[in-house]
């Protein structure tokens, strides 16, 4: 099964413009991204999907191949979806372009899972049972079937656990960005217009399942990842790259000048 995974990257992000490009770990942010899905053993092909032609520019200087796509495409689904139209592959993976944390461990479950499932979407979940990521909005928690198939996504604390009054004893599976699409399916979403709930909850997923495409859902081992998307998010990682790569100088495996 040929599996390409697209990285969409966009240079103007609201609450943190140029994003993709902020280097201060000596590394454009998207090109650590690359780093994480290259350590990926599933993974034939990497492509970073843009609109500008800085971020495609630093990519072609780092040997990573970059497509052009258009401005007016209104989230990174759609940016992958046009991309996803000149390949020649069996799946397609949608990494964030703002998760150079991303664990490549994830990457590989989630294509073999799909390598032996029909569903035409796939995503992965962490197992959390931090009560206050459960009630966060910002967390999305997504609901399964006992097959592994979602049943909803939401900013809310679900499922709710009447008798306890909260998040149930076994904890609530927190949703993480990662996806997986047959090529032919990504083409069907981009042409169906936001959903009912997808506008209201201000979550992509929803569209397919609201148009009946099963979402198959892959647990994966924590701890949760996010995106940056604040300086203080980017400066977090800044300070754990380097701390990361002092621990291996020290260790004799990484040269200094990294």
């Known amino acids: 099964m040929r599996t390409v995974a697209v990285v ?23 090109l650590h991204v690359v780093d994480r899905v290259a350590q990926a053993r599933t993974i034939d092909e990497i492509l970073v999907a843009t609109d500008d032609e800085r971020i495609a520019r630093v990519c072609a200087e780092a040997g990573v191949r970059a497509a052009m796509t258009s401005p007016a495409c209104a989230s990174g689904t759609d940016r992958v979806a046009e991309v996803a139209q000149r390949l020649s592959c069996d799946l397609v993976v949608n990494v964030q372009g703002d998760e150079p944390e991303l ?7 989630l294509v073999q899972r799909m390598a032996h499932d029909d569903a035409p979407i ?16 910002h967390v999305v928690k997504v609901v399964c079937d006992p097959r592994g198939r979602a049943l909803y996504f939401s900013r809310a604390p679900v499922p709710f656990d009447r008798e306890r009054a909260g998040m149930p004893a076994d904890g ?8 997986a699409y047959r090529p032919e399916v990504l083409a ?39 995106g940056i998307d604040t300086p203080e998010q980017y400066a ?7 701390a990361g790569r002092r621990a291996r100088e020290r260790d004799g495996h990484t040269p200094r000048g990294e």
Do not use: C, M
């Open 122 to 137: 796939g995503t992965v979940a962490v197992r959390s049972h931090d009560p206050a990521a459960f009630v966060a909005p």
């Open 236 to 242: 977090g990682f800044v300070a754990r790259t380097a």
């Open 8 to 30: 969409p990257a966009r240079y103007a992000a609201s609450r943190l413009p140029g994003k993709p490009l902020l280097a201060e770990t000596g590394r454009a942010l998207v």
């Open 172 to 179: 609530f599976l927190h949703h993480a960005g990662l996806y």
């Open 188 to 226: 069907q979403l981009a042409a169906l217009a936001p959903s009912r709930s997808e506008r209201i909850e201000r979550l992509e997923q929803l569209r397919a399942l609201e148009n009946g495409y099963p979402i198959v859902v892959v647990e994966v081992p924590g701890p949760a990842v996010g």
């Open 103 to 109: 664990p490549p461990g994830w990457i590989d479950a």
